[in-house]
């Protein structure tokens, strides 16, 4: 299995839109979870963490759910502008290390 | 303004040849990484460093070299070693080393023929 394992879609969705991605991990031990925005040929961003109570920010909003080893980020009425690679990291408990998902890729279609 | 530079954008060089890609940041974070990306692959570790004059092999430091003796600088060589290092690379900082958010630089792609 995979240390973090994301769907690469592409998920092709109307503007308006709601999408949800997920991510699971293998090390139950992990502790820190991101989200990052990736746009074709341009480094990754940081989009949020995600804590163990969830978080929002405006139309995005992450979820951990460590009985099941997943993360999920949910986009409620996806704009043109939020077309991008959507990477999930996770830490490698116990070390300093992140690891980084393939990403899952986002088209919003007008 | 602060934030992480890279130099350059592209880099093009031919087999045999060394290179040192440029990592430069003002956000005055002790911890610094490097990763390549390859298309459909994730980003993986090079090399990284947790506070001035200390560094550590990430997953793949075969055929890289890091030097850490400023606190704002990371500079990192491929060497004629690497054998295909031809990739995305991308430099990044943190607060500290651990559960910290990372932050990016706009990256380097290296070209090598």
């Known amino acids: 299995r995979k240390e973090v394992e994301q769907d690469p879609g592409p998920f092709n969705v109307p503007e308006g839109a709601t999408v949800a991605f997920n991510c699971t991990y293998s090390?139950?031990?992990?502790?820190?979870f991101f989200w990052y925005r990736q746009d074709c040929r341009k480094e990754p961003k940081l989009l949020m963490s995600?804590?163990?109570s969830g978080n929002e920010d405006g139309r995005f909003t992450a979820q951990l759910n460590r009985a099941s080893q997943y993360i999920s980020l949910l986009i409620r009425d996806s704009k043109l502008s939020d077309s991008a690679t959507y990477l999930c990291?996770?830490?490698?408990?116990?070390?300093?290390?992140?690891?980084f998902g393939t990403g899952t890729r986002l088209k919003v279609l007008a | 303004d602060g934030g992480i530079t890279q130099s350059p954008k592209y880099l093009f060089r031919k087999e045999g040849q060394n290179v040192t890609l440029s990592c430069e940041q003002n956000?005055?974070?002790?911890?610094m990484y490097w990763y390549r990306q390859d298309p459909g692959q994730g980003l993986r570790l090079i090399y990284y460093?947790?506070?001035?004059?200390?560094?550590q092999k990430g997953d793949i430091a075969e055929g890289y070299s890091v030097s850490r003796e400023k606190k704002e600088s990371f500079p990192l060589t491929v060497t004629s070693a690497q054998k295909n290092p031809t990739a995305f690379y991308l430099c990044?900082?943190?607060?500290?080393?651990?559960?910290?958010?990372?932050?990016f630089g706009p990256g380097t792609r290296l070209t090598v023929t």
């Open positions: 990044a900082s943190s607060r500290q080393a651990g559960p910290y958010e990372q932050y």
């Open positions: 460093s947790q506070i001035v004059n200390d560094f």
């Open positions: 990291v996770v830490d490698l408990s116990g070390t300093y290390k992140y690891i």
């Open positions: 995600v804590y163990s």
């Open positions: 956000l005055n974070h002790d911890a």
């Open positions: 090390n139950s031990a992990s502790q820190s």
